[in-house]
């Protein structure tokens, strides 16, 4: 442990403060213990800012990294914090980091549901989980935090129980890990695959290991004995390299690809790749020919990731050729400012796969991926601003616009628990039906079958469904808001020729009039612009009586309109 704070402070841009940081932590955490009580908590903290450190992340994250946890309710007593105290020593960012790291303990829970109901996951909700955690981080910092946690938690993972341990990695891949992937965090990426995949299928990662250990063994005495032999090849042709060397496919990976080839080892042919770093892209490319020159390619297998990126900004040329004694390997050749962002990633190139518009202000903040001149210029995620995710108790994500209430949660689940909906608690407190939700809220919504919706429903929802719903009710019932009678099933207006006989076969045309999409409500006309089919109209839904229609083009209607637009309902004329 001394070894490695001595390892953190002397590698720190600014040692004096981290030192100062990490001692106020150690004090903090004294008794205070992480992972099923194996560890002390500050152990748990050093080893996060070490992962970041070696990313290259800011003193200031490192800095919330050590004080991880004095935001966990967890932890300490809400008489015990501390947030105040941090504020004043190390700032506001710190305190900010920390406390929005904290937040995303919320997303955990729906992961504690049942191990049936955990498999029953859909992409769609994973999908909706990983963009609540950038709607609730709203800083790039704050996920890597989360992912220095994650990375040291799986490397510990025995200590925990083998149900949690089991959840904890199916977390990891369907969360954490395209989370790493779309920031362009390869190695990162790997490592949490690799330590999640031994845990969820720890007989298929056995016989993988069994199977492809002896091979790996293999393909890398061969590639060392190779390295030296490309090397004089590359310094004949000038070519100026940084490093040769050679990387080992993940294990996860591995078994990804062998599932689309019949679990076919000898037609996995990056089980150990050979890379190449040179000085610039155009020796890039030279490099590519001089390969090619000595060694035959498999022409379907050249990609130029250079010319056209993966969508998280990932560069490089890959082929795949024909070595020595038959042996056929992947070669990988991109400079050292590639190799960096493959290891390390370029944080927001999947803003626009996601095609979201940023904005003007936005595009220039992050105009800098497209260039990539250096990572982690700027952090700040506002992409959802305008979105908040949710829980249903049972851990299924509710997608709803900013502002939006339980009335809105209640009908975006079904719209009889929404026309029904008497009450609502979030985290197990009853709430009133008009307070905004916020991102992470596990939201309950408690029915009665005598509860109907209410005209004041209409002053604070924000979304069109429940809005729509709300009014389709009210307009037909009638009842008990309005005080009228609640259902009328006679053709309230019908114009037309009066047939002198009723034994005439021919009838006229009449017109009827709708009202919110439904027809039969007993209405009256507004004596100030009698209204007649085919006008423009609209009508008002007073506290007494029937609705009564106006034109658009009334004076007297344009004003109770702006006074009480709730109450208009839209009117239309239909030929029958």
């Given at each position: 442990m001394q070894s490695q704070i001595q390892k953190l402070i002397k590698n720190s841009k600014d040692p004096k403060f981290i030192e100062e940081v990490f001692e106020f932590a150690r004090k903090t955490y004294i008794g205070k213990k992480w992972l099923s009580g194996h560890d002390d908590y500050i152990d748990h903290t050093v080893r996060m800012a070490l992962i970041l450190q070696e990313m290259g992340i800011d003193e200031t994250t490192i800095a919330a990294s050590l004080l991880y946890g004095v935001a966990d309710t967890s932890l300490f007593k809400k008489e015990d914090f501390v947030i105040e105290e941090i504020e004043k020593k190390f700032g506001k960012e710190v305190t900010y980091l920390v406390k929005k790291a904290s937040e995303l303990n919320k997303i955990y829970y729906s992961f504690t549901i049942s191990k049936e109901n955990q498999k029953t996951f859909t992409e769609e909700k994973n999908e909706s989980l990983r963009k609540m955690f950038f709607a609730i981080a709203k800083d790039l910092r704050v996920i890597l935090l989360k992912i220095a946690s994650r990375v040291d938690g799986l490397e510990r993972i025995k200590f925990i129980s083998p149900e949690i341990r089991e959840i904890y990695a199916t977390e990891t891949l369907q969360i954490f890990v395209p989370i790493a992937n779309r920031l362009g965090l390869g190695e990162v990426k790997s490592k949490l695959e690799d330590l999640a995949f031994t845990n969820i299928y720890p007989e298929k990662f056995k016989w993988l290991e069994e199977n492809i250990k002896e091979k790996y063994e293999k393909r890398k005495k061969y590639l060392e004995r190779f390295i030296p032999k490309f090397k004089k090849i590359l310094k004949h042709e000038r070519i100026k390299f940084v490093d040769v060397s050679f990387r080992a496919k993940s294990y996860w990976s591995t078994y990804q690809k062998l599932q689309k080839y019949n679990m076919d080892i000898e037609k996995v042919h990056d089980l150990v790749a050979l890379r190449?770093?040179?000085?610039?892209?155009?020796?890039?490319?030279?490099?590519?020919?001089?390969?090619?020159?000595?060694?035959?390619?498999?022409?379907?297998?050249?990609?130029?990731?250079?010319?056209?990126?993966?969508?998280?900004?990932?560069?490089?040329?890959?082929?795949?050729?024909?070595?020595?004694?038959?042996?056929?390997?992947?070669?990988?050749?991109?400079?050292?400012?590639?190799?960096?962002?493959?290891?390390?990633?370029?944080?927001?190139?999947?803003?626009?796969?996601?095609?979201?518009?940023?904005?003007?202000?936005?595009?220039?903040?992050?105009?800098?991926?497209?260039?990539?001149?250096?990572?982690?210029?700027?952090?700040?995620?506002?992409?959802?601003?305008?979105?908040?995710?949710?829980?249903?108790?049972?851990?299924?994500?509710?997608?709803?616009?900013?502002?939006?209430?339980?009335?809105?949660?209640?009908?975006?689940?079904?719209?009889?628990?929404?026309?029904?909906?008497?009450?609502?608690?979030?985290?197990?407190?009853?709430?009133?039906?008009?307070?905004?939700?916020?991102?992470?809220?596990?939201?309950?919504?408690?029915?009665?079958?005598?509860?109907?919706?209410?005209?004041?429903?209409?002053?604070?929802?924000?979304?069109?469904?429940?809005?729509?719903?709300?009014?389709?009710?009210?307009?037909?019932?009638?009842?008990?808001?309005?005080?009228?009678?609640?259902?009328?099933?006679?053709?309230?207006?019908?114009?037309?020729?009066?047939?002198?006989?009723?034994?005439?076969?021919?009838?006229?045309?009449?017109?009827?009039?709708?009202?919110?999409?439904?027809?039969?409500?007993?209405?009256?006309?507004?004596?100030?612009?009698?209204?007649?089919?085919?006008?423009?109209?609209?009508?008002?839904?007073?506290?007494?009586?029937?609705?009564?229609?106006?034109?658009t083009s009334c004076k007297n209607f344009q004003e109770i309109a702006q006074k009480f637009p709730e109450k208009i309902i839209d009117a239309s004329w239909h030929q029958s």
């Open positions: 190449v770093i040179v000085k610039d892209i155009e020796s890039c490319y030279k490099t590519l020919g001089i390969i090619h020159k000595y060694y035959k390619p498999i022409s379907e297998e050249i990609e130029d990731y250079i010319a056209k990126p993966k969508l998280n900004g990932y560069k490089s040329l890959h082929t795949i050729v024909f070595l020595e004694e038959g042996k056929v390997s992947e070669v990988q050749i991109r400079t050292e400012q590639m190799q960096k962002e493959a290891a390390y990633g370029i944080c927001a190139h999947w803003i626009y796969k996601e095609k979201i518009k940023l904005g003007k202000n936005n595009e220039e903040r992050y105009s800098w991926t497209k260039e990539i001149p250096e990572f982690w210029k700027t952090f700040k995620i506002d992409f959802f601003e305008n979105q908040i995710f949710t829980f249903t108790p049972k851990g299924d994500v509710i997608v709803l616009p900013k502002g939006s209430t339980p009335v809105d949660f209640a009908y975006a689940i079904h719209s009889d628990i929404g026309n029904h909906c008497e009450a609502a608690k979030i985290d197990g407190k009853i709430i009133t039906l008009s307070k905004p939700l916020n991102n992470g809220d596990i939201v309950e919504i408690i029915t009665s079958k005598k509860k109907q919706p209410s005209v004041d429903w209409l002053k604070f929802v924000k979304t069109g469904f429940a809005r729509s719903h709300i009014k389709k009710i009210l307009f037909i019932t009638f009842s008990p808001i309005f005080s009228v009678p609640t259902f009328i099933t006679k053709k309230i207006f019908r114009i037309g020729e009066k047939p002198k006989k009723e034994t005439q076969i021919k009838k006229p045309k009449v017109a009827e009039l709708y009202l919110g999409g439904q027809k039969g409500i007993a209405i009256n006309f507004a004596k100030c612009c009698s209204p007649k089919p085919g006008d423009i109209s609209k009508a008002f839904i007073g506290k007494y009586g029937p609705a009564v229609l106006h034109k």
